[in-house]
């Protein structure tokens, strides 16, 4: 029996490759042969990982995603021998021997760079199909899961070309790879599923469920001596009515039959059982008899015997641990702190830590560094008592959970905190006035002592003049880092995707006044900040108005409506129809409720601002304004390009009869970034007002050169900038485009 063997050439081999030269063809094949087969010993990497070490090789590759770098270290030392800057957030890094190379993916501009593990240079970039979770290299591939669009995509590793897709649904994030049956296990990020793909024909072998109240899943383990596999999860109590600290999530681990693939659900064990309260465990591996658990909230790390799954150590670690990575040659472990500039280092004999390296530069003193590290902190007792939950725990990465919960008011629906700034009053109910009104949460619902010292302003809710804002700097700064949290750039990618006709038909549908989804659902947030009642959300546990919730980013935040007793928006419009206080969708036929299914999955979600622009222009919202408001903000641009120098000339036509205030922003159309600017240029931070000028008005028909700017053409070769002026009524918010009067725009591209 005869078998073809396929050899991918490793593309750092291929430059001194003379394909005309059959001696030297077959020279290279007999050498890349003998490499690649005579070694068992090929540094395979087991786990999807935000560090790795490649031993053959001395070097240890960590990425730090606040400070968007990968490091290169010494595994002797942990000198640092080369540090790169990304453009972009990255995710996940690996390596790979025969290739000879570092491989990093950035999940917001949806990349892949190679780095050569021999010269450390860039020696390739990919555009990826789809926002990568992770990545991971087995013998022949490059396994990259999709995170947010439920596939896992299959290249060559060598030559970057895309072999497969797989379809395998949820949210697949991290992934594993078991060499010995050339098979991957990819775990379902929110769902805790885990879907096993075999390698050998690329098709999905077998689904594994480890639960319905599982979640937070990132790694499979495998303990290849008990043919078993090991899955770090937080699981869910939803049914805890009263929603008590200590019975609402547990961190577990599922046990996984290797031989059949099945979830073997009575071997389950709760990891707080044997170790002190932990929260979230996301990673982990196994070193000699130890099973190694990283929990990524209580900043920590639990050491199990293999023989008996009971704790043999319990260390203290940095802030957010995530990612583990073995140099077996020194019997270490190593541990990327995630949310400050260092790593562990773990001896595996002793089990102890032996020393904390400090690997990229953090900005210590930044408010939403401090933020988020509170936000993803179960270990401090400020935040919640016996550390059994953060504000992550439920809304992971700013996101939601997908689940509904018995608060004090009923059952709610965990609600995504992406552009929540925008979105208050806060809550369900609306009783939270401001972010700071946190520290209600935190006092009542997770039994902490509080950021702020002391008793939360919030009797008998958090709509009073007194403020929490202010009275400590730890709840302002998480205040700030929520404030942050932005819709992820893959909802852009979603929405190119859509049937472009369908959308417009939807988005038609929706702003048409025969459907009045408008009335409470407006641009560009997509509500109107005021509680309602309907009985669209009635039900045995209703208790008064319901805040009206923004439709922004809606395909990514099931379960739906305050209850979550809708699991999909099909259901949503179902109800619609039987009542009269929730729109007017009866009269629509199945292919125009299609068409608005499309378009309120698909919500664009370009700058805030930007979307208030699309629907002032398409809509003429300037109509509305008073007869008396007649104010103009022309926009005069002009560039000059000479040989190799520029020159911007901006200036605006202002004229107004009536009291105003008028703002300058500026739209980055490749990076979609969003500013308000100031006469100097001045950025402001994002989606903050910068008042350019103010009026009492009237004004008469004056002319400001605003911009002489002298500028490298080269330098800015490719950008595309969006000058814009808005005009509203004194000291009317800009984010509302009721109180727009006029806007103009001009595109300039180099």
């Not at 890094?93 to 990349?111: G, H, R, T």
């Not at 600290?245 to 693939?261: E, H, Q, Y």
Request: glycine share 6%; with cysteine; net charge negative.
């Amino acid at each position: 029996m005869y078998k073809t063997l396929r050899i991918n050439i490793p593309y750092v081999f291929m430059p001194f490759i003379d394909y005309s030269s059959w001696r030297l063809n077959l020279f290279v094949f007999i050498i890349l042969a003998t490499l690649i087969f005579s070694s068992d010993s090929l540094a395979i990497q087991k786990n999807s990982s935000t560090i790795v070490v490649a031993e053959d090789i001395g070097i240890v590759g960590v990425i730090k995603r606040e400070t968007k770098s990968l490091s290169l270290l010494s595994v002797d030392d942990f000198s640092v021998i080369q540090q790169f800057s990304l453009q972009d957030t990255p995710t996940s890094v690996a390596y790979d021997k025969s290739a000879e190379a570092f491989y990093v993916a950035s999940f917001l501009n949806s990349s892949l760079l190679v780095i050569s593990a021999k010269t450390f240079n860039r020696v390739a970039s990919l555009k990826l199909e789809r926002p990568p979770g992770a990545i991971l290299t087995t013998k022949a591939y490059l396994i990259v899961s999709n995170l947010k669009f439920g596939t896992v995509s299959v290249y060559d590793k060598y030559n970057l070309t895309l072999l497969k897709v797989l379809d395998i649904g949820g949210e697949p994030r991290g992934i594993s790879y078991l060499k010995e049956r050339d098979m991957i296990y990819v775990a379902d990020l929110m769902s805790g599923n885990i879907t096993v793909v075999s390698l050998k024909d690329l098709t999905i072998a077998k689904r594994i469920s480890t639960g319905e109240t599982a979640t937070l899943t990132d790694s499979v383990i495998f303990d290849l001596k008990n043919d078993v596999a090991y899955v770090p999860q937080t699981f869910k109590n939803n049914d805890n009515k009263t929603l008590q600290f200590d019975t609402t999530v547990f961190p577990s681990l599922s046990v996984i039959d290797l031989t059949t693939n099945s979830n073997v659900r009575k071997r389950r064990i709760g990891i707080d059982v044997v170790d002190e309260p932990i929260g979230i465990p996301l990673s982990g591996d196994i070193y000699g008899d130890h099973l190694y658990i990283v929990n990524y909230a209580s900043n920590d790390l639990t050491v199990l015997s293999l023989d008996n799954l009971t704790l043999v150590a319990h260390l203290e670690l940095g802030h957010t641990p995530f990612g583990l990575a073995f140099d077996s040659s020194n019997s270490r472990a190593i541990i990327n702190n995630t949310l400050d500039g260092t790593i562990s280092v773990i001896d595996s004999n002793t089990l102890v830590v032996i020393d904390t390296i400090k690997v990229a530069d953090f900005d210590e003193s930044s408010a939403l560094l401090n933020g988020e590290r509170l936000f993803n902190n179960s270990h401090d007792v400020r935040l919640a008592k016996d550390q059994w939950i953060s504000c992550a725990t439920c809304h992971f990465e700013g996101g939601n959970d997908k689940s509904s919960w018995f608060f004090p008011d009923g059952k709610r629906s965990t609600p995504t905190l992406f552009n929540v700034v925008n979105t208050a009053p806060f809550h369900w109910n609306g009783d939270l006035d401001e972010i700071q009104d946190v520290e209600f949460t935190i006092q009542d619902l997770m039994s902490g002592l509080g950021l702020s010292g002391g008793l939360a302003n919030c009797n008998p809710n958090c709509t009073s003049d007194e403020s929490n804002a202010g009275r400590s700097q730890d709840l302002d700064d998480l205040a700030s880092y929520v404030k942050s949290l932005k819709f992820p750039g893959y909802i852009t990618s979603q929405n190119k995707l859509v049937n472009r006709e369908s959308y417009d038909r939807g988005r038609g549908i929706f702003q048409s006044e025969t459907t009045d989804c408008v009335k409470c659902h407006k641009p560009p947030h997509y509500l109107d900040n005021k509680n309602h009642v309907t009985s669209l959300v009635g039900g045995d546990d209703f208790m008064g108005a319901i805040n009206t919730p923004t439709l922004l980013g809606l395909r990514d935040s099931p379960p739906y409506l305050h209850d979550g007793s809708a699991s999909n928006l099909r259901q949503v419009l179902e109800r619609t129809k039987e009542i009269s206080d929730h729109g007017k969708i009866d009269h629509l036929s199945g292919k125009e409720i299609d068409d608005l299914l499309i378009f309120l999955n698909n919500i664009e979600i370009p700058d805030v601002l930007s979307e208030a622009f699309i629907f002032v222009e398409e809509y003429n919202a300037t109509s509305s304004a008073p007869k008396d408001q007649i104010s103009m903000a022309d926009i005069d641009l002009s560039v000059v390009l000479g040989e190799g120098t520029g020159n911007l000339k901006l200036s605006i036509n202002l004229s107004s009869n009536s009291a105003v205030d008028v703002y300058l922003a500026i739209l980055d159309l490749i990076s979609n970034d969003f500013f308000m600017i100031d006469k100097n240029l001045r950025l402001g931070e994002a989606n903050t007002p910068i008042i350019y000028k103010t009026s009492d008005g009237p004004i008469s028909l004056i002319k400001e050169s605003i911009y002489d700017l002298d500028f490298d053409p080269l330098a800015l070769s490719g950008s595309r900038f969006q000058f814009y002026t808005i005009i509203v009524g004194r000291d009317k918010s800009v984010y509302q485009n009721e109180n727009w009067i006029t806007f103009d725009n001009q595109l300039i591209e180099f």
